[in-house]
């Protein structure tokens, strides 16, 4: 028995039925739904309090420049009223055993302290909260209190108690008038049988401050993508408005670095992020579209331009002719800060004229490259996956068996297998809820 | 006359941060929550001064605002603060609908307390 009443059972799951999910993105719920709409029942694991992964987070997507939150919140709202859907967002999968159609899966709910049943999300909770803490959806720029959803589109829409930082005085509790606070709520393990498993566990930012001699960390105008991404997001922390952070002016001149964290040997990342090119585009165009009174100059410093998808050259192309983005072939050997005005110098060799730069911005954005998350490694141990030597989880054959893990009846999509943009994750998505279902429908046998 | 008033909207911003209900269930829980081991005396001092640092800038920032609309620079001159530290603090404000932005200066915006 918990604080919440009697512990949760799914012993009314049957692993021929049913499918789990691990990893809330745009990959993961897209399998999620592809799985269900077949009517296979799919239990979807998120380890943040929300679904919607990174996506959630940007402002726009390249080379439609369409507005993210607008794509992604009718999936969001899809996948949380699907009749076939479970959804434990706030959890981890802490053990898997068994074999392809009979697997059990060992999830941790981490207690919420909030029930779900009876939140209603309206917020009343939080003016009571006196703990205030850096948004970590907003990457850091933006605030929220000890009792809070990341976004405003958080799904489930149910607030969260973060342990770490609450204090236990009780406001919240004082101030919600469906009773809904469990501030002593505990932590809960439970086994899930499934039939199929669909990793889409997604990645993370490559750390910037690896590199000293770029600047971030040491210098506030310099700034990395996804904290770009929310800064000109209507509904991030600066409402949207361009500015950069040493004194909220608006940037005339930005400068975008490229293949910070990839295609470096030295950094023990060699691979090509793939993404970092396009997004780097399209924020260089947001400047303009957001600030185009203002914005003079904007210059993206790179090694290559792999402008590879459809419609990317185009987009690239636009960029140029259409709203003067200039580009500059080499890699930024470092930045200081001019002490008078903040601003940031940017030294680099221009590869195609042999001309040694140095170029003043008002703000830097550095675009890092992408890296599987630092937590994978302890599932793929759990579940007896092969890692790439890129750290990504191995398939069975990159050509033939995309979305196949090693291990029978375990597929991966999205970036869990290697980067990817938004197209080609859904893509990966749908094509790993195929073969789950095919392996729900043989009852395991491959 | 002039650092009069400043030293008076100093004043007035701290009587301020101390009234507003955050400090004072702060303060008010705070020691319980300490006699009953749900925080450490450490965590309660630095939530404490963190707690008051941010609600006096806070006020005094809104002290200069209720004179008239103002960009981050004007703010950080009149009350000596550094301008990320000004800014990082209107962004707080603006989060919780206390500040809006209303309107852009030569390449600053310019900062207004939100009317409801």
Same mark, same amino acid.
């Given at each position: 028995?918990?604080?919440?009443?009697?512990?949760?059972?799914?012993?009314?799951?049957?692993?021929?039925?049913?499918?789990?999910?691990?990893?809330?993105?745009?990959?993961?719920?897209?399998?999620?739904?592809?799985?269900?709409?077949?009517?296979?029942?799919?239990?979807?694991?998120?380890?943040?309090?929300?679904?919607?992964?990174?996506?959630?987070?940007?402002?726009?997507?390249?080379?439609?420049?369409?507005?993210?939150?607008?794509?992604?919140?009718?999936?969001?709202?899809?996948?949380?009223?699907?009749?076939?859907?479970?959804?434990?967002?706030?959890?981890?999968?802490?053990?898997?055993?068994?074999?392809?159609?009979?697997?059990?899966?060992?999830?941790?709910?981490?207690?919420?302290?909030?029930?779900?049943?009876?939140?209603?999300?309206?917020?009343?909770?939080?003016?009571?909260?006196?703990?205030?803490?850096?948004?970590?959806?907003?990457?850091?720029?933006?605030?929220?209190?000890?009792?809070?959803?990341?976004?405003?589109?958080?799904?489930?829409?149910?607030?969260?108690?973060?342990?770490?930082?609450?204090?236990?005085?009780?406001?919240?509790?004082?101030?919600?008038?469906?009773?809904?606070?469990?501030?002593?709520?505990?932590?809960?393990?439970?086994?899930?049988?499934?039939?199929?498993?669909?990793?889409?566990?997604?990645?993370?930012?490559?750390?910037?401050?690896?590199?000293?001699?770029?600047?971030?960390?040491?210098?506030?105008?310099?700034?990395?993508?996804?904290?770009?991404?929310?800064?000109?997001?209507?509904?991030?922390?600066?409402?949207?408005?361009?500015?950069?952070?040493?004194?909220?002016?608006?940037?005339?001149?930005?400068?975008?670095?490229?293949?910070?964290?990839?295609?470096?040997?030295?950094?023990?990342?060699?691979?090509?992020?793939?993404?970092?090119?396009?997004?780097?585009?399209?924020?260089?165009?947001?400047?303009?579209?957001?600030?185009?009174?203002?914005?003079?100059?904007?210059?993206?410093?790179?090694?290559?331009?792999?402008?590879?998808?459809?419609?990317?050259?185009?987009?690239?192309?636009?960029?140029?002719?259409?709203?003067?983005?200039?580009?500059?072939?080499?890699?930024?050997?470092?930045?200081?800060?001019?002490?008078?005005?903040?601003?940031?110098?940017?030294?680099?060799?221009?590869?195609?004229?042999?001309?040694?730069?140095?170029?003043?911005?008002?703000?830097?954005?550095?675009?890092?490259?992408?890296?599987?998350?630092?937590?994978?490694?302890?599932?793929?141990?759990?579940?007896?996956?092969?890692?790439?030597?890129?750290?990504?989880?191995?398939?069975?054959?990159?050509?033939?068996?995309?979305?196949?893990?090693?291990?029978?009846?375990?597929?991966?999509?999205?970036?869990?297998?290697?980067?990817?943009?938004?197209?080609?994750?859904?893509?990966?998505?749908?094509?790993?809820?195929?073969?789950?279902?095919?392996?729900?429908?043989?009852?395991?046998?491959? | 006359?002039?650092?009069?008033?400043?030293?008076?909207?100093?004043?007035?911003?701290?009587?301020?941060?101390?009234?507003?209900?955050?400090?004072?269930?702060?303060? /008010?829980?705070?020691?319980?929550?300490?006699?009953?081991?749900?925080?450490?005396?450490?965590?309660?001092?630095?939530?404490?001064?963190?707690?008051?640092?941010?609600?006096?800038?806070?006020?005094?920032?809104?002290?200069?605002?209720?004179? /008239?609309?103002?960009?981050?620079?004007?703010?950080?001159?009149?009350?000596?603060?550094?301008?990320?530290?000004?800014?990082?603090?209107?962004?707080?404000?603006?989060?919780?609908?206390?500040?809006?932005?209303?309107?852009?200066?030569?390449?600053?915006?310019?900062?207004?307390?939100?009317?409801?």
């Amino acid at each position: 028995m918990t604080i919440a009443g009697d512990k949760v059972t799914y012993d009314h799951l049957l692993p021929s039925e049913t499918a789990m999910v691990i990893g809330g993105g745009v990959a993961g719920m897209q399998a999620a739904l592809d799985i269900a709409d077949q009517n296979y029942r799919v239990v979807l694991v998120e380890k943040s309090p929300s679904i919607g992964g990174v996506m959630a987070m940007l402002d726009k997507t390249f080379p439609t420049l369409d507005c993210s939150a607008c794509i992604l919140t009718p999936r969001l709202s899809e996948v949380a009223r699907h009749p076939n859907i479970e959804l434990l967002t706030y959890s981890e999968v802490v053990g898997v055993t068994g074999k392809a159609g009979d697997f059990r899966v060992k999830v941790l709910r981490k207690a919420r302290k909030i029930d779900e049943e009876k939140c209603s999300g309206c917020g009343d909770c939080v003016p009571h909260c006196p703990i205030e803490v850096p948004n970590e959806f907003d990457q850091g720029l933006g605030f929220r209190k000890a009792i809070y959803i990341g976004f405003p589109q958080n799904t489930p829409l149910v607030y969260t108690i973060d342990s770490e930082n609450c204090i236990r005085c009780g406001m919240c509790e004082k101030a919600c008038v469906r009773e809904a606070v469990m501030l002593d709520a505990q932590d809960e393990e439970v086994e899930i049988p499934v039939g199929a498993i669909v990793v889409a566990t997604g990645y993370e930012l490559y750390d910037v401050s690896k590199y000293p001699r770029l600047g971030y960390g040491k210098y506030k105008n310099v700034i990395h993508a996804l904290e770009y991404e929310r800064i000109i997001n209507a509904a991030g922390p600066t409402g949207g408005h361009l500015m950069r952070l040493s004194d909220g002016k608006i940037p005339r001149s930005i400068g975008f670095v490229q293949c910070v964290g990839a295609r470096d040997l030295h950094k023990g990342v060699p691979n090509c992020s793939r993404i970092c090119c396009m997004y780097s585009i399209k924020n260089a165009v947001m400047a303009f579209e957001l600030a185009h009174d203002h914005v003079k100059d904007v210059t993206l410093y790179y090694a290559d331009l792999r402008a590879f998808g459809k419609g990317f050259e185009e987009f690239k192309e636009m960029a140029k002719t259409r709203f003067g983005v200039k580009f500059i072939r080499g890699r930024v050997g470092e930045v200081n800060e001019n002490p008078e005005n903040r601003n940031i110098r940017v030294r680099v060799e221009n590869t195609e004229s042999g001309e040694f730069l140095e170029n003043e911005h008002e703000l830097v954005v550095i675009s890092p490259g992408i890296l599987p998350p630092r937590t994978l490694r302890a599932l793929s141990n759990q579940m007896g996956l092969q890692l790439d030597s890129d750290g990504f989880i191995s398939v069975e054959h990159a050509s033939i068996y995309p979305v196949d893990t090693t291990i029978p009846g375990i597929y991966v999509c999205g970036c869990a297998e290697s980067p990817k943009d938004i197209p080609d994750s859904v893509a990966a998505g749908s094509a790993a809820a195929m073969r789950a279902s095919i392996t729900l429908a043989k009852g395991g046998v491959q | 006359m002039m650092k009069e008033t400043a030293d008076i909207k100093r004043v007035e911003a701290m009587a301020d941060a101390f009234a507003d209900e955050r400090l004072r269930w702060l303060i /008010g829980k705070g020691d319980v929550l300490v006699r009953n081991d749900e925080l450490t005396q450490e965590k309660f001092k630095n939530l404490i001064e963190k707690t008051i640092h941010e609600e006096y800038t806070r006020n005094y920032i809104l002290k200069q605002l209720a004179d /008239g609309p103002k960009t981050v620079g004007e703010i950080a001159k009149a009350t000596n603060l550094e301008s990320h530290h000004v800014l990082w603090n209107l962004l707080a404000m603006m989060k919780w609908n206390k500040v809006e932005i209303a309107g852009e200066h030569k390449h600053e915006y310019i900062y207004a307390i939100k009317e409801f």
